[in-house]
């Protein structure tokens, strides 16, 4: 479980998180919802520890993220898998070396487990036979699949992803939200996913959380999201054209 | 006032910098790895450009000195002195060292700002990673070690070529040139060269790494960033050049 408290976050003079706090339980895939520039990637930053924010605290099963010596912050970091906007796939290595990257780094497994195991999370990407593959000679999605498959091969317990769909035909990234879906509850990782995808909403969102302007606006499931009377949500799931016809603003 | 605060900004992290890479590697053979990796394109991938450069100044000194300094008075002996102490002492280390700045300190600043606008950097932070110890400490012990080798292998390339030169031109015959390569040199010319050698190996791995792990922006800072890695490891050269030569001589 991760639980998130009173986190504020400034840049220079310019705050851009207002004391958000929200939990996210084991098992589920949590949407971080809202307009671009409205602090969901800062938001995701500094859950993961790449920003330290200003004011607050992250906890990872209770244990703090940034309160805690630099040891157990690596501990916590080798805990969470995460998929990048960009893939942040290493340029230089094949498919198979990006994917075994973290095994290599964290795990003593012999090479054969290691081939093994990369193969099984290729083969759950559907990405089976891609292993000499480099980055450079696959699709957008294929490097989306593959960063997913880096992200969760050593079985990670948090599961973060920024933007998964973005640049991504309809079909392909409805392809990633299933994966993800199926990831987590095969895994059972506490999923955290930023998106302005509506179909990801609808699909997949289990628990949503609604960023306005840097604050925890709205809160809920995909169930309650339509029914909201939220104006600014109202207003933000009205501009995608799937909900128009169930929003009227 | 502004210029200095950012002055001492940057000491300060770079000083940090420094700082992060004295840590145990989470696996040693993965830094290993990198190590080689930047060992054979620092080192053989250099060879060429060092030993044509250098046998072309070798060949220039000895024409020049012998234009500038024999008359009937000077014996043509003088020529090899003057070739072999000033290709140590000062030909050798530096002019290998700025060009060197040029191919080396560009690539490691590029190849690191790259890394970190395609957040390949973050990635390497969220699994845990010691990042500062993983990029750039095998960078800079490779370019501590490839560099006075390649700074080594100009000197000879140099003196010999300038020995081949006069004695094929008839300018100053083989003998001679080495009884006056022979009679004015000292063993602490050579150590003079070495520490010139790796004052300027830790100047270009250090600072051209420095300009490429804290790029910020997109692929024009990429740009910028490995431009200022070649002039202030130039500028830094010849600074610390001149300090060596103050110190030691």
């Not at chain 1, 705050?15 to 939990?23: A, E």
């Not at chain 1, 200003?54 to 990872?60: A, D, H, L, N, S």
């Amino acid at each position: 479980m991760i639980r998130v408290e009173g986190l504020s976050h400034w840049f220079g003079d310019r705050q851009v998180l207002f004391d958000i706090s929200v939990s996210f339980e084991p098992g589920k895939i949590h949407l971080i919802i809202g307009s671009s520039g409205h602090g969901k990637t800062v938001f995701m930053k500094c859950m993961v520890g790449l920003i330290q924010p200003v004011r607050g605290e992250v906890y990872y099963d209770e244990v703090p993220l940034f309160r805690s010596e630099p040891s157990v912050q690596k501990e916590i970091r080798r805990k969470i898998g995460m998929l990048f906007q960009g893939t942040a796939l290493f340029d230089s290595l094949t498919v198979e070396e990006n994917v075994r990257f973290p095994l290599d780094m964290f795990t003593r497994m012999s090479e054969r487990e290691k081939k093994e195991r990369v193969a099984y999370v290729l083969e759950k990407v559907r990405l089976p036979g891609t292993q000499h593959l480099y980055p450079s000679e696959l699709s957008g999605g294929m490097r989306k699949r593959v960063a997913l498959a880096r992200a969760i091969v050593h079985n990670p317990r948090y599961l973060f992803c920024d933007e998964p769909n973005s640049g991504l035909d309809p079909l392909t990234a409805s392809a990633i939200d299933e994966l993800i879906w199926e990831l987590t509850r095969e895994f059972q990782t506490t999923t955290i996913i930023n998106t302005h995808d509506m179909n990801s909403v609808l699909s997949i969102g289990e628990h949503i959380v609604f960023l306005y302007r840097g604050r925890k606006w709205w809160e809920g499931t995909k169930e309650n999201i339509l029914e909201t009377d939220n104006a600014e949500l109202r207003a933000f799931l009205a501009s995608s054209v799937i909900l128009r016809k169930h929003i009227q603003v | 006032m502004n210029v200095v605060v950012r002055g001492l900004f940057h000491v300060g992290r770079f000083t940090m910098m420094l700082g992060k890479l004295f840590v145990r590697p989470e696996r040693f053979r993965m830094y290993w790895r990198e190590f080689v990796r930047h060992l054979d394109w620092m080192g053989p991938g250099s060879v060429l450009l060092v030993g044509t450069i250098s046998v072309f100044v070798g060949a220039v000194t000895t024409i020049q000195s012998a234009y500038q300094l024999v008359t009937e008075l000077i014996p043509v002996s003088v020529i090899g002195s003057i070739v072999s102490d000033s290709t140590l002492l000062e030909l050798a280390p530096t002019i290998t060292c700025l060009v060197l700045a040029g191919r080396i300190g560009s690539r490691l600043a590029s190849e690191l700002g790259s890394m970190r606008v395609s957040e390949q950097i973050d990635a390497l932070h969220v699994m845990g990673i010691h990042v500062e110890a993983y990029l750039i400490g095998p960078r800079l012990l490779a370019a501590l070690i490839t560099i006075p080798l390649l700074v080594l292998l100009s000197a000879f390339l140099g003196i010999v070529s300038g020995m081949m030169l006069g004695h094929i031109t008839g300018i100053v015959p083989m003998h001679e040139f080495l009884e006056g390569a022979r009679e004015t040199f000292r063993p602490f010319n050579l150590t003079i060269c070495m520490t010139k050698a790796f004052t300027f190996a830790f100047i270009i791995g250090s600072i051209s790494a420095y300009q490429g792990f804290y790029v910020e922006g997109g692929a024009q800072e990429v740009g910028r960033a490995s431009t200022r890695a070649v002039v202030l490891s130039s500028l830094f050269i010849l600074l610390s050049d001149y300090l060596v030569a103050e110190l030691l001589l």
